[in-house]
């Protein structure tokens, strides 16, 4: 029997934005519509729909199933893959009162072992009672759960196999917790955002209501990954929370394919969907792939930008590519957020033209204020940085200076935000928790400054290496280096750079002292290990011993290393050469 799709619009159900406490008071509400969740293929065939009624229907007997095996208040690692049984087990969870900790499929994560450690890691953190996914990853979910104490690793038809619980569960109430959503990318230590149900349906709630805007028949699409907080909260839990429907391809598939995204925008007359900058600029490069008529963005009035720095290029690059498609550029909405404040934490205004403010860099680099660019600053020194709009209402934002003060207009300096979205810390790390907060204002480690009103962000100051969205440790990639014979324990630098195409990871370690072809050798080993390591190729420069930069306490200044390498202070190593086919990669 052909599936059917959910409808844009509910026959009946009045649009509501507001007033739900928790998730489970959301989605009660939604499933008196018609609207839900819709699943394509690779082909771009719909091979699944959930009606919100079906969802909250096939939750509650899956959540009298888990309170039948775990008491309430356990935590369930679920690996995050896009299909409707994601979607019940997540829900199940809120109306048994049990944790959620979204973990990610193996995509682009550095092989079997690398995705092993990586899982293993958020199950041990998450303190899990149980580790959840699809029947084709459950031997790696028992193989990374082997020897952690306490944990039943399921497949989704096993979990709904469990005998249902006699007594009813108790779903989560308005000042409990609502998930742990962890970094995509760490393998060594990862943090676990801890997300409430006050912080979560008041960031769905800034979203809906006063970012996107939300019409009674709008309807989204995504491809972003569900254990990415863009993909969770953004296109899962927001257009549920405002009864919308969203229909949804795996983000393997968006890789493999992605014209077949803007293809389900155009038969579907969709009018909301987002992106980080990449996204927009592969989709642009395979522009002339599509059949003539075969797109049509006429109807997107929202084409969000986030999970990375937003690039002008990349969006002028799209706007260029579908402009004859009726794609109208005033869709691109510019935001900025992070896992910490939920996901968002500013909006630009809708219908508004995205505003590039073009700096010197050269001034910026010498005294931390974004000088705009002059008709005599070389093209080298010019940098566009995209505005990011205003805080929500009811949020706040700061940049301060090293000295903690205020800054003015202009001036770049540490990005601090407060409002009622933010987490309340990372899940079972107190000390963590504690440094990231100044009495109620969150350290976001961005760099950033204002003008005009709007938050523009230039960077991070934090160490934390961010790829299209997808967050790596500097320390996983270090540790792995070091091991690489020929290379120095202690001596590895691992950080990334913006060339106005997009961020690359650059690794410098310092060598032993070797022939020629030993060194070609040696380069070729340390771009295999991090590739395994971190899922991403990067430049590799080989560094004359003592080429680090330490602080004062004896540790590894990696600003310092990297400002040498911007300086060209390692000239005279050797530089990897990157296939540019494997950088094009490393972007998807």
């Excluded at 980080?276 to 592969?282: C, D, I, K, V, W």
Aim: net charge negative; glycine share 10%.
């Amino acid at each position: 029997m052909a599936v059917i799709p959910t409808p844009t619009t509910n026959k009946a159900l009045a649009l509501k934005l507001a007033g739900f406490a928790t998730l489970t008071e959301a989605l009660d509400y939604a499933a008196q519509g018609e609207t839900g969740f819709n699943f394509y293929n690779l082909r771009g065939e719909l091979a699944a729909s959930q009606t919100y009624e079906a969802l909250r229907r096939d939750a509650m007997t899956l959540a009298r199933r888990l309170a039948g095996r775990f008491e309430r208040g356990s935590r369930i690692a679920i690996v995050a893959e896009t299909s409707p049984e994601f979607m019940i087990a997540f829900f199940a969870c809120q109306y048994a009162g049990m944790t959620p900790a979204p973990m990610p499929m193996p995509v682009n994560l550095g092989g079997k072992e690398g995705y092993l450690n990586q899982i293993r890691q958020m199950i041990t953190g998450a303190q899990a009672s149980a580790a959840v996914g699809p029947a084709a990853l459950r031997g790696f979910l028992e193989e990374a759960a082997d020897g952690v104490e306490g944990v039943e690793v399921f497949d989704f038809a096993m979990l709904n196999a469990l005998p249902e619980s006699a007594d009813a569960p108790k779903a989560f109430g308005p000042e409990e917790i609502c998930y742990i959503q962890y970094s995509s990318g760490s393998t060594s230590a990862p943090k676990g955002v801890v997300g409430t149900q006050a912080s979560v349906t008041a960031n769905l709630h800034g979203i809906t209501a006063h970012g996107l805007k939300l019409h009674a028949d709008d309807r989204a699409a995504s491809w972003l990954p569900l254990y990415h907080d863009m993909g969770l909260i953004g296109f899962c839990l927001a257009p549920m929370y405002a009864q919308r429907t969203v229909d949804f391809i795996a983000t393997s598939d968006f890789v493999r394919r992605p014209l077949l995204w803007l293809r389900i925008l155009s038969e579907n007359r969709t009018t909301a969907t987002y992106s980080p900058s990449f996204g927009y600029e592969l989709s642009a490069r395979r522009a002339a792939r599509a059949e003539n008529g075969a797109i049509d963005l006429s109807a997107l009035r929202i084409a969000g930008i986030g999970g990375d720095m937003v690039r002008p290029e990349a969006l002028q690059l799209f706007a260029d590519a579908f402009r004859s498609a009726g794609f109208d550029p005033k869709a691109f909405l510019p935001s900025y957020g992070l896992a910490e404040s939920t996901l968002a934490i500013s909006f630009t205004d809708l219908n508004d033209p995205v505003k590039v403010d073009y700096v010197d860099m050269r001034h910026y680099t010498r005294s931390s204020v974004a000088q705009p660019a002059s008709a005599l600053t070389s093209p080298e020194h010019r940098r566009g940085f995209v505005l990011c709009g205003r805080a929500l209402p009811g949020h706040a934002i700061e940049v301060r200076g090293e000295n903690g003060a205020l800054l003015g207009e202009r001036a770049v300096g540490r990005i601090f935000i407060k409002g009622p979205s933010i987490t309340s810390g990372y899940f079972s790390d107190p000390e963590a928790s504690s440094a990231m907060f100044d009495g109620e204002w969150l350290d976001t480690g961005d760099m950033g400054y204002f003008l005009d009103g709007q938050i523009v962000i230039t960077g991070r100051a934090k160490d934390l290496i961010i790829i299209n969205g997808r967050n790596i440790w500097p320390q996983d990639i270090e540790w792995a280096v070091e091991k690489v014979e020929g290379v120095r324990q202690g001596g590895v630098a691992a950080f990334s750079v913006d060339d106005g195409h997009g961020e690359r990871i650059v690794v410098v370690a310092e060598r032993r002292g070797m022939s020629e072809e030993a060194l070609a050798e040696l380069k070729r080993e340390v771009s295999r290990v991090i590739q395994s390591a971190a899922g991403a190729p990067a430049e590799v420069v080989l560094a004359k011993p003592h080429s680090m930069v330490l602080t004062s306490s004896g540790k590894l200044s990696r600003a310092k290393v990297k400002a040498k390498y911007l300086e060209g202070a390692f000239d005279e190593a050797l530089a990897l050469e990157e296939e540019p086919r494997a950088l094009a990669e490393a972007r998807v």
